[in-house]
């Protein structure tokens, strides 16, 4: 009877073991698998969304504040400005708004952006073509940009309370009574959505995969092959001491 009770015990740990030892064969094989094929998943440019994984490793979800201004894209984040899905320079600060300027032959083609208490000039391309800051000096700080209200083919911009037309030819500003006509933010095409968001959240699915594979993900880091191996050795030995009580009794 004792050694039937022991078989039963036995019987009832390999079983909870085996099933325990199953989830960790297929946690370990299904991220090894998909490790296995990164890269025809596109996992490594395929950034993470869901909120509780960027949280897990402490990042938040970037704001994109994005514009259509020339036919182009034009997104702030972070302190970073955007054309489409290229970053093209710093934007430190608060962004104060954007606008469309003139050059000297009337064409519309040059874009005004102020970051912190810096305007920068670009072309419809993304380049860049002049930083306007305080060794100019320019008016601080600014608190909006965008074209002048009455005069739409001219840039405005309030600094310290004081509004004043900018020339960006030249690169002077004289002070004006003008009103400023903001530009709005409009919604990015999915696929500019997707590549600024992995630029600036630089977690992506291969990643996840790698930290989840190797237990990291979990706060398990090099335990989890211990337990696994622990695991392993139990069943052996519960399997072993089934196979002896059978054969003897």
Partial sequence: MIHKKWRA???????????????FIIWLSASGILLNHTDDLGLAEQP???QF?????????????????????????????YHNSTQITHCVGTFSGIALAPTIDGSPNIIVA?????????TAQGEVVERINASYPLPRPLQELGQC????????FNANNRTYALNVNDVAWAETTQNISSSTTAQ?????????????????????????????LLGLGPWLMDIVGVLFIMLGLSGLGIWLFHKRF
């Fill in 9 to 23: 015990i036995l019987w009832r740990w390999h079983r909870r073991l085996g099933i325990t030892f199953l989830i």
């Fill in 48 to 50: 993470v969304h869901q």
């Fill in 53 to 81: 994984l960027l949280s897990l490793y402490g990042i938040e979800r970037p704001v994109i504040h994005s514009y259509q201004i020339a036919g182009q894209w034009v997104s702030h984040s972070g302190e970073h400005l």
């Fill in 114 to 122: 102020a970051c912190g208490d810096e305007i920068a000039l670009f």
């Fill in 149 to 156: 209200e009455t005069a739409p083919k001219e840039i405005c």
């Fill in 188 to 216: 990015l095409p999915s696929n500019l959505q997707t590549a600024l968001e992995q630029n600036a959240l630089s977690l992506n699915w291969e990643r996840v995969m790698l930290d989840l594979h190797a237990g990291r």
